[in-house]
């Protein structure tokens, strides 16, 4: 692709964690990048907090040792809400690594501005139409339309995606049939409930620093159409339902409401559009596994990326990327699916559970699970760079 003919090299949609790592990565391998972001500043909820040993490994390799210095160690995990202590892994970053999204974005992002990446904010892109060497983008913002060309289009935005549904990348995908709700509430005094299953419902709380993290299920409930997130006296009363505890009183910070759907794209490449992240892959937030899927997507990504760019990529390589994380995400789901039921089935999936509480008292079940939890059986290959043997600090 001849310079002249795009006006940026990657252009990246959506400004959370997997897109601002990737662009932290591309950034570090001197290729321009610019992040498209519907949103007018970066987000301040907590949302998923937890970071596997994969990730935690991934992230130290790249420099995000203060945001690791934060982060707080856990070292039990649970599958399908059965708790179990991680079996000891080969890792210095044994365990899960608890920090809030907002934290984790903003580490990111503050390399990825430091690395070069430029941010329009309160943008939406609106179309794609690809040419042979270029992607041409359509673009609303505050002041106006705007069009970009871009060498490849990175779609990192969301179980939603405008890329993947412009691009017209089929789906595998089952519908919502059970729905959650959780809030983060200042000024309770509840006890910790670890994936508590109660005669109408699933309740979990947890709190940290002055902030009680809840979340509850009410067995047999339906899933409502929503344009926004719950009501606090929706989520209450839930909660009093399936606990019998009132925390109407407390004040809510953060409202959401979050269902079972599942799916995946079948190709995470057409062309010179690719797609990470919850944009590839989607599925309810069980044991912090879809932010650490896709941020090692948006690893794994990054330097295949950043050769082909340069035109030093070995043939094939972008589309290892593909091969390399679609079965990844794909183990995942299916881990994912498996504990929901266990979680939030009715009475009838407890001689499953009764079966499986005996089995991961086996040490060779917990050294399994623990292998899927902490994400190693997906640990990446080396791969070189563009700015492999460069003496600075910045990390990729």
């Known amino acids: 692709m001849t310079p002249t003919r795009a006006d940026v090299p990657v252009l990246i949609v959506g400004a959370g964690p997997v897109g601002l790592l990737l662009a932290c990565g591309l950034g570090r391998a001197r290729v321009p990048v610019v992040l498209v972001e519907k949103l007018a500043r970066p987000m301040t909820e907590s949302r998923a907090t937890q970071l596997s040993t994969r990730t935690a490994e991934l992230l130290h390799e790249r420099g995000f040792d203060a945001l690791l210095a934060e982060a707080a160690h856990e070292p039990r995990t649970h599958f399908g809400g059965l708790g179990f202590d ?212 948006a690893a794994d990504l990054g330097p295949k990326l950043a050769e082909t760019v340069h035109g030093t990529a070995a043939p094939g390589l972008l589309d290892s990327y593909h091969e390399a994380r679609h079965p990844a995400a794909a183990r995942v789901l299916d881990h994912v699916a498996a504990q929901e039921r266990l979680m939030l089935d009715g009475p009838e999936t407890e001689p499953l559970r009764a079966v499986l509480s005996e089995l991961i008292g086996l040490d060779e079940v917990r050294a399994h699970l623990t292998s899927m939890a902490s994400n190693l059986n997906d640990r990446l290959p080396a791969a070189k760079t563009p700015m492999e043997g460069r003496n600075d600090s910045a990390g990729l």
């Open 86 to 297: 991680l079996t000891p892994v080969d890792s210095p970053y044994a365990g899960n690594w608890k920090v809030p999204q907002y934290r984790t974005e903003a580490a990111l992002g503050a390399r990825a501005a430091e690395l070069g990446a430029q941010t329009l904010r309160s943008h939406r892109l609106t179309g794609l139409t690809e040419q042979p060497d270029h992607v041409l983008c359509r673009i609303q913002g505050p002041e106006g339309p705007l069009e970009l060309r871009a060498a490849y289009v990175v779609g990192c935005d969301g179980a939603h995606s405008t890329v993947r549904r412009l691009a017209g990348i089929p789906v595998t995908a089952t519908p919502a049939t059970k729905e959650l709700l959780r809030a983060d509430i200042r000024g309770l005094n509840l006890r910790d409930r670890r994936f508590e299953r109660l005669t109408d419902g699933f309740a979990v709380a947890n709190t940290r620093d002055g902030i009680t993290r809840i979340m509850v299920h009410a067995f047999g409930g339906t899933v409502p159409t929503r344009t926004g997130p719950p009501r606090f006296t929706e989520i209450a009363d839930a909660w009093r339902h399936v606990t019998g505890e009132d925390i109407s009183g407390g004040t809510p910070l953060w409202l959401d409401a979050f269902d079972n759907a599942k799916g995946q794209a079948d190709s995470y490449r057409r062309g010179r559009i690719l797609l990470a992240g919850d944009a590839a892959h989607w599925h309810p937030p069980v044991g912090g596994q879809a932010l650490n899927t896709g941020l090692q997507d």
